[in-house]
């Protein structure tokens, strides 16, 4: 009797197995979730990394645009991905493109050192040391990036590095293609 009580735990193990590969083969991987996209920017209120140190200014990420469109870019200085995307962030900002970034569940003199080493491409960098406006953008991990027009709504997101041209291009075209009109009184 022992011994079938010993395959138990066995049992349940290729039980829980087989419906984890059950639930992968039927996982679309190209579905990214993109729940922000079309309302507005949380405003979460996050430390300025200021030298190596957090604050000790603070603001938050809807008025980090100053009513002007911009890219979010959530990264970590041990983030691999963050690493890879950083040239083609530093390409933007030599185009005038405004990022900000948020330096997502990572310690200011570790943000600091990465910035001083790779360059800084960030016209202003939010610190979420404790990782709440990662909750708030519901982001899944580093980096992640989205695109803000100049009402602080989110207009598209970019789940991973930004590698691809197309990509890129992308998330450009939609902070700058022109707002919407805002809506007018009928004459009566």
């Not at 009797?1 to 996982?27: D, E, H, Q, T, Y």
């Not at 016209?123 to 709440?132: I, P």
Request: a negative charge; aromatic letters at 4%.
């Amino acid at each position: 009797m022992s011994r079938w009580l010993s395959l138990i735990p066995l049992v349940v193990l290729v039980a829980l197995a087989a419906l984890f590969i059950g639930w992968s083969l039927k996982r679309d991987p190209s579905i990214k979730p993109d729940a922000l996209v079309g309302r507005p920017i949380p405003e979460t209120v996050l430390p300025l990394l200021a030298g190596d140190q957090a604050g000790p200014g603070h603001l938050d990420l809807k008025t980090a645009g100053v009513g002007k469109p911009m890219l979010v870019n959530v990264f970590a200085s041990w983030c691999l991905p963050c690493r890879a995307e950083h040239p083609n962030l530093m390409a933007l900002r030599a185009r005038g493109v405004a990022v900000v970034g948020v330096a997502w569940k990572d310690r200011p003199a570790d943000t600091r050192r990465f910035l001083d080493e790779l360059g800084d491409p960030y016209a202003m960098v939010l610190v979420d040391e404790d990782g709440r406006a990662g909750l708030d953008l519901g982001i899944t991990g580093a980096p992640e990036t989205f695109a803000v027009n100049a009402m602080g709504e989110v207009v598209a997101k970019s789940s991973g590095p930004l590698l691809d041209d197309a990509e890129i291009e992308r998330m450009v075209a939609a902070i700058q293609a022109p707002p919407r009109p805002l809506p007018t009184a009928t004459p009566r």
